[in-house]
């Protein structure tokens, strides 16, 4: 049972074609993958805001933190293979000071793993996992920021013939037993995207 807030919806500076173009089906200017909604169009770059139910809104650690009440809607049936969103990343110059930050507003750890000079951070935020990123010691007082996406596929061999050269080679992932390929900049799209096989997840 997931205790804390839960994942409902991202804003992405993109418009909608290059998410089609990349195998999402888009409708009305939104994206439902899963249990969580990626609403395109946004003024900015890259991810600009978050969307969850049981949060405050307001500003953590400089991420943009807005209250979605959304009722859920069942994630629509994408031609890249996607079914659902594994997890949304989070950079810290100072994953401490961000960890504690969301902390605060509910948030409950759940792993903590260092390597060579990173630490992430995993907590569960619904269907989604919420993974922050950075230095194993803080380099920078800047704030946190929304990063990147992944997504995952019924079938990534699927997902790598149906996409074609906009993905970069596939490969294993952290987690054992999982495959993870990244989508290129020529796709067109503002934030890091990456595939991934179905399986276990990072907690």
Same mark, same amino acid.
């Given at each position: 049972?997931?205790?804390?807030?839960?994942?409902?919806?991202?804003?992405?500076?993109?418009?909608?074609?290059?998410?089609?173009?990349?195998?999402?089906?888009?409708?009305?200017?939104?994206?439902q993958?899963?249990?969580?909604?990626?609403?395109?169009?946004?003024?900015?770059?890259?991810?600009?805001a978050w969307?969850?139910?049981?949060?405050?809104?307001?500003?953590?650690?400089?991420?943009?933190?807005?209250?979605?009440?959304?009722?859920h809607?069942?994630?629509?049936?994408?031609?890249?293979?996607?079914?659902?969103?594994?997890?949304?990343?989070?950079?810290?110059?100072?994953?401490?000071?961000?960890?504690?930050?969301? &902390?605060?507003?509910?948030? &409950?750890?759940?792993?903590?793993?260092?390597?060579g000079?990173?630490?992430?951070?995993?907590?569960?935020?619904?269907?989604?996992?919420?993974?922050?990123v950075?230095?194993?010691?803080?380099?920078?007082?800047?704030p #946190?920021?929304?990063?990147?996406? #992944?997504?995952?596929v019924?079938?990534?061999?699927?997902?790598?013939?149906?996409?074609?050269?906009?993905?970069?080679?596939?490969?294993d992932?952290?987690?054992?037993?999982?495959?993870?390929?990244?989508?290129?900049?020529?796709?067109?799209?503002?934030?890091?995207v990456?595939f991934?096989?179905?399986?276990?997840?990072?907690i």
């Amino acid at each position: 049972m997931t205790s804390g807030p839960v994942l409902v919806s991202v804003t992405v500076a993109d418009a909608p074609e290059p998410w089609e173009k990349a195998g999402f089906t888009v409708t009305a200017g939104s994206c439902q993958v899963g249990q969580v909604r990626v609403d395109l169009g946004a003024a900015g770059e890259g991810i600009v805001a978050w969307g969850l139910a049981g949060v405050d809104s307001g500003v953590v650690d400089g991420l943009d933190t807005r209250v979605d009440r959304s009722s859920h809607t069942e994630g629509a049936v994408h031609p890249n293979g996607t079914v659902s969103l594994d997890h949304l990343v989070i950079t810290s110059h100072d994953p401490l000071r961000t960890r504690g930050a969301l &902390e605060q507003r509910g948030f &409950e750890v759940r792993r903590t793993v260092e390597m060579g000079d990173r630490r992430y951070t995993f907590f569960r935020v619904g269907e989604a996992i919420l993974e922050l990123v950075g230095p194993a010691a803080a380099d920078g007082d800047q704030p #946190a920021r929304l990063y990147g996406l #992944a997504f995952t596929v019924d079938d990534l061999d699927a997902t790598a013939a149906h996409l074609g050269p906009l993905l970069g080679a596939v490969k294993d992932a952290i987690q054992p037993g999982r495959r993870i390929a990244t989508l290129r900049r020529e796709a067109g799209l503002s934030v890091p995207v990456a595939f991934m096989s179905p399986g276990r997840g990072a907690i």
